[in-house]
Nanobody, 123 residues
Framework: QVQLVELGGGLVQAGGSLRLSCTSS????????MGWFRQAPGKEREFVAV????????SYADFVKGRFTISRDNAKNTVYLQMNSLKPEDTAVYYCAADRAPPRVVSGMSEYWGQGTQVTVSS
């Protein structure tokens, strides 16, 4: 059974930092592109970042460029999202996603999703 488990959410003040992690089990993590999405109350889920299977290619949504960094540790079956300079508008539930094809991750069509972790940024 495939599982993606996100950790690391919480409450932080504006300007602060958080690091999210997502650990995969039940499939070959090293073969997957991994991504992060978020969904704020009353809004649609939106793409945040993606990383390819080897970790040498990443892509970000414009609204997080320069503030967030996606990385992965294939030995630990884990993908990370380092979030710096957080803003109140970053408040959302953050989800990780996994798929063999990076375009499917970016488009929100990933085969597998985590349950989400809440990030709340206070002003």
């Amino acid at each position: 059974q495939v599982q993606l488990v996100e950790l690391g959410g919480g409450l932080v003040q504006a300007g602060g930092s958080l690091r999210l992690s997502c650990t995969s089990s039940g499939r070959s993590f090293k073969s997957d592109a991994m991504g992060w999405f978020r969904q704020a109350p009353g809004k649609e889920r939106e793409f945040v970042a993606v990383i390819n299977w080897s970790g040498d290619s990443t892509s970000y949504a414009d609204f997080v460029k320069g503030r967030f960094t996606i990385s992965r540790d294939n030995a630990k079956n884990t993908v990370y999202l380092q979030m710096n300079s957080l803003k109140p508008e970053d408040t959302a539930v953050y989800y990780c996603a996994a798929d063999r094809a990076p375009p499917r991750v970016v488009s929100g069509m990933s085969e597998y999703w985590g349950q989400g972790t809440q990030v709340t940024v206070s002003s």
